[in-house]
């Protein structure tokens, strides 16, 4: 018996860091974000030698333990999914297990998709339909959460674990206390295709530690450092204007809020765009695009672009030319985000 799961990654496509303790704590945050074809994927293997083995093929990485009901967190490689199990046992089933836990990501660590939060609830799904766990979407996100920013301490916001366990287009309310409000959008096919078409995704061959931009960012708004937090505040604007803009159809608005979010984004704190960056933004612009946005909290991965009409096709070829080793990646929204199931 093999215990599967996948979980989508997410596009961010406005208000993104306004998630981000303590500006949502003090202000309240919004995001509108899209989940895209592009997967996480888990799948556990139940074991009955007391081991327990966790491994990512695709990156040649193994690890080996004893089956114990903790294991230690020591600053490496394989501490999400260790975190991840000593939540499970000590929560739930007060016990060691014993399997093997086989993981696979469609995109790089540090792509600013979602990258780690989403792994994180695809491994919480596997273990959810093995072990039967009684959570639902919200106790699923909020699990990820916990685990990632309480237990292992790592920097970053909420709307990842979210995105990735409801899927689909949503516009997400965070507020003080952790409160989480996922509002699913209506939107007509024939909009999700248009913009399927529209917004371009480049993967810039490059990748980056978000925690050291996240961590900058909290710090700007503890010092009230008025540029950053003003800049947050016109950033979570954006999400409401975006998410209007998609449901009246007006979807070439989408590239001028992104323009203009460009500017601001790279106030929120240093290190989120480089030259190489800009290289890119100023290529896509040039070539027809009218706007774009650096996916996550910046500083490497993917960059999208709004491209209308059928300029997509006259910025793929630009961007094609920068070389780097850089490639227009392509996806579809998807209307589902954490699925499991049992492969018997």
């Given at each position: ?53 966790f491994t990512i093929p695709a990156h040649n990485e193994y690890y080996e333990y004893d089956s114990l009901e903790y294991l230690p967190i020591d600053g490496g490689k394989a501490d999400l999914m260790k975190g991840i199990y000593n939540r499970i046992v000590k929560d739930y089933v007060h016990k ?44 699923i996100a909020y699990l990820a959460y916990t685990i990632e920013r309480v237990d292992l301490k790592q920097a970053g916001g909420k709307q990842d674990q979210y995105a990735a366990t409801f899927g689909g287009f949503n516009f997400m309310e965070f507020f003080g206390d952790d409160k989480v409000i ?163």
């Amino acid at each position: 018996m093999i215990i599967r799961s996948r979980a989508p990654f997410r596009l961010g496509l406005a208000g993104g860091g306004s998630d981000v303790s303590p500006y949502s704590d003090i202000y309240g945050g919004c995001i509108l974000n899209a989940t895209i074809s592009l997967y996480a994927h888990a799948s556990i293997e139940p074991r009955n030698d007391g081991k327990i083995v966790f491994t990512i093929p695709a990156h040649n990485e193994y690890y080996e333990y004893d089956s114990l009901e903790y294991l230690p967190i020591d600053g490496g490689k394989a501490d999400l999914m260790k975190g991840i199990y000593n939540r499970i046992v000590k929560d739930y089933v007060h016990k060691p297990l014993s399997f093997t836990l086989t993981c696979n990501l469609e995109v790089p660590f540090g792509s600013g998709l979602g990258t780690s939060s989403t792994f994180a609830v695809a491994m919480l799904g596997a273990y959810t339909e093995w072990l039967r766990l009684p959570l639902g979407e919200y106790d699923i996100a909020y699990l990820a959460y916990t685990i990632e920013r309480v237990d292992l301490k790592q920097a970053g916001g909420k709307q990842d674990q979210y995105a990735a366990t409801f899927g689909g287009f949503n516009f997400m309310e965070f507020f003080g206390d952790d409160k989480v409000i996922v509002n699913p959008l209506r939107i007509r096919n024939e909009l999700i295709n248009e913009l399927s078409n529209n917004i371009l995704l480049y993967y810039t061959n490059s990748s980056r530690n978000s925690g050291d931009i996240i961590i900058e960012q909290q710090k700007n708004v503890t010092n009230k450092k008025n540029q950053s937090i003003e800049a947050m505040h016109r950033i979570k604007q954006q999400a409401t204007e975006i998410k209007e803009a998609i449901l009246k159809g007006k979807l070439d608005d989408i590239g001028y809020i992104l323009h203009e979010g460009w500017a601001y984004k790279k106030a929120m704190a240093d290190g989120i765009s480089t030259p190489f960056f800009e290289e890119i933004y100023e290529t896509a612009i040039k070539a027809g695009a009218i706007g774009g946005k650096i996916s996550g909290a910046g500083g490497g991965g993917f960059v999208f672009f709004y491209c209308p009409l059928n300029t997509r096709y006259s910025v793929t070829q630009a961007l094609n030319k920068l070389g780097g080793g850089g490639h227009v990646q392509p996806y579809t929204y998807t209307k589902k985000g954490l699925e499991t199931w049992i492969a018997k």
